[in-house]
């Protein structure tokens, strides 16, 4: 994108993040539900299709001008970035990687609008941060495909028009082989979503239990057509190595703001007739959750920038959302712990972002994992023994 065009595409989302979600955080926390208005607005912004081609009525932004946009998305409740992510990441990319040209004229420009909503559903409840081991099958019978499985914590399940749904359709074939990907509409007889997941946090993003019996889908309906049969894990690994800068450079922005909350309430709580921002300790957390938010940005520009020459698409993804992850959940610990007492009420911002934070070192790939898939690329034969 023209470097102008982008900074207003930039301004625009700062003062919609800032202005009108920052204000309605406690509600939205409260009520467990994104208001309508800003989803329609978050539409007529583009902001469901920033990352998809324009060809297709997305913005097109790289994974850089990506990243940027999600430091400014970050600095609100990580719900209103969840509403229209999975249609930018791991869903809507499905389409990008491994879609036919039919498949993506048909959906890409309604992902792109908002019209439709995508779910990405991969996990199972023994197959998480390990996909391979997925338990879901799919046969051929005439012309149709028929699902039978089960998938956990798909997020906006309970929304959304389509499932990218990942199932076996070679047990026979190695665990990372003989996987494809369907594209699964909502409504479709045997399909059901199980009533929203109850979570710790992040409050306002719908995740659920979806299952699937006796799913039958047209031929068609397998994404890649017949070149796409078996080449689901690998359309899944590209999806989530760019997923995991994608959700990296969000937990920036929500450390950014971590980062505000905890000045801005040390320059004016007093203890002891002195402004608590006076006392070296607080100082030195203040200062250390600085660092760890520089750390952070830093990080995440430079895994983009080797996302986008293709010279890093597997150690760099890991390295950033290892690192992010566990960066934002220090600079959280330590804004609850700069507020007192006060930080651990209800209605207070950092007590908030205290539990949206915690899940960020579990999906996408937790912590422990992100860990084996950077020593084992760099281990190579060595770290099999």
Known sequence: ?????????LSEVRRFVRDRVVPLEAEIDEKDEMPADIREAAKKMGLFGFALPEEYGGLGLSMLEEAQLMFELGYTTPSLR??????????GHVLMVGGTEEQKAHWLPRIASGDVLASFALTEPEAGSDPSTLTTKAHLDGDEWVINGAKRYITNAPLADVFMVFAR???????????S?????????GLTVAPKDHKMGQFGAWTADVFF????VPASALVGGEKGLNRGFSTAMGCIAHGRVHISALMVGMAERLVDESVGYASTRKQSGKLIGSFQLVQGLIADSQTDYYAGRATV???ARAFDAGTDTKIGPSCTKYFASEMVWRVADRAVQIHGGAGYMRGVAVERFYRDARLFRIYEGTSQIQQVIIAKALLGEAARG
Not at 82 to 91: E, L, P, R, V
Not at 181 to 189: E, H, M, N, R, W
Not at 213 to 216: A, E, F, L, S, T
């Open 1 to 9: 994108m023209d470097a102008a065009d982008f900074s207003a595409v």
């Open 82 to 91: 969840s509403m229209f992510g999975t249609n930018n990441g791991i869903a």
């Open 169 to 179: 359709t070679d047990p026979d074939a190695p665990r990372t082989r003989g996987i």
């Open 181 to 189: 990907t369907f594209l699964v509409p909502a409504g479709t007889p």
């Open 213 to 216: 019996d006796d799913v039958r």
């Open 301 to 303: 520009l430079e895994a």
